[in-house]
């Protein structure tokens, strides 16, 4: 049975991860200086977080990244928003529900698949010890049959 390693990432950290990256890039901000902000909120390093961010997390908030670059580049453009703040949120709230759904799939199919793979293991380590009482009670039976034998014969 494998164990969880100690520093693995929990579901909050990358919630709080890409939050806080679609926020940076939202707000016209580097990846690289999310990536450090939250780093210190998570005692972990820079490119740990940049690492899980792009191995992992990106693919899932590929929708939510090109909203709040396309927010981005509107509110850039002009001093003057094209909308007001309500009508701006709620395509990113919106974004960030879709991604958070499929962030929750994500896991689940993970955990899933997981608890599967132990069951899996269980299951292979359960029929090794019923071949193992299995033989161990033809050599009992293989002893009484010589016994009986011994018996009739005396």
């Known amino acids: 049975m494998q164990g ?35 780093g210190n909120m998570l005692s972990r ?38 909308f007001d703040k309500a009508e701006t949120d709620l395509p990113n709230i919106s974004a960030l529900i879709h991604s958070l759904e499929k962030l929750s799939s994500y896991y689940q199919k993970s955990d899933i698949t997981e608890k599967l793979t132990l069951l899996k293991k269980e299951n292979d380590l359960l029929k090794e010890q019923l071949e ?14 010589k016994w009986r034998k011994k018996g009739k014969n005396h």
């Open 4 to 38: 969880h390693r100690q520093d693995a990432w929990t579901k909050d950290e990358d919630i709080l991860l890409a939050e806080t990256v679609l926020r940076y890039i939202r707000e016209g901000k580097t990846q690289l200086e999310a990536f450090k902000k939250v």
């Open 132 to 145: 193992e009482c299995n033989q161990v009670f033809q050599e009992i039976e293989a002893i009484m049959d």
């Open 45 to 82: 390093t820079s490119a740990a977080c940049g690492f899980r961010w792009n191995a992992t997390l990106r693919k899932h908030y590929e929708e939510a990244i090109q909203l709040a670059k396309s927010n981005r580049k509107k509110l850039s453009m002009s001093e003057e928003p094209f």
